[in-house]
């Protein structure tokens, strides 16, 4: 199973992308779990995630997350900011299976 993990501010409208996301995996059965995380909390789930999405907003903990996650090669990335503006979740599910396939 593929774990993404998104990052927002508070967790919070990152949510609602999940959900969305959440959809895709389903209507596509995927074997793929999405959770989202405030930047707070990023420790807590760092060892358990295959790819690390941003949202535009946090984009500014890029470099600080690739050094911590560079050790065991996660991809980062930040979402598409219409993506996310319009929570469009079979984007950035695409965005994320992409990223693991690089």
Same mark, same amino acid.
């Given at each position: 199973?593929?774990?993404?993990?998104?990052?927002?501010?508070?967790?919070?409208?990152? &949510? $609602?992308?999940? #959900?969305?996301?959440?959809?895709? @995996?389903?209507?596509?059965?995927? +074997? *793929?779990?999405?959770?989202?995380?405030?930047?707070?909390?990023?420790?807590?789930?760092?060892?358990?995630?295959?790819?690390?999405?941003?949202?535009?907003?946090?984009?500014?903990?890029?470099? &600080? $997350?690739?050094? #911590?996650?560079?050790?065991?090669? @996660?991809?980062?990335?930040?979402? +598409? *900011?219409?993506?996310?503006?319009?929570?469009?979740?079979?984007?950035?599910?695409?965005?994320?299976?992409?990223?693991?396939?690089?």
């Amino acid at each position: 199973m593929k774990k993404i993990m998104l990052i927002c501010s508070a967790g919070m409208s990152s &949510s $609602l992308l999940v #959900k969305k996301m959440q959809e895709e @995996i389903a209507t596509n059965a995927l +074997d *793929a779990e999405v959770i989202a995380v405030a930047e707070a909390d990023v420790s807590k789930h760092a060892s358990e995630v295959d790819v690390v999405l941003l949202a535009p907003q946090v984009r500014f903990l890029a470099t &600080s $997350l690739k050094r #911590k996650f560079g050790a065991r090669s @996660i991809p980062i990335e930040i979402i +598409d *900011a219409i993506d996310y503006g319009t929570m469009d979740g079979k984007n950035v599910l695409n965005q994320a299976y992409t990223m693991m396939e690089e």
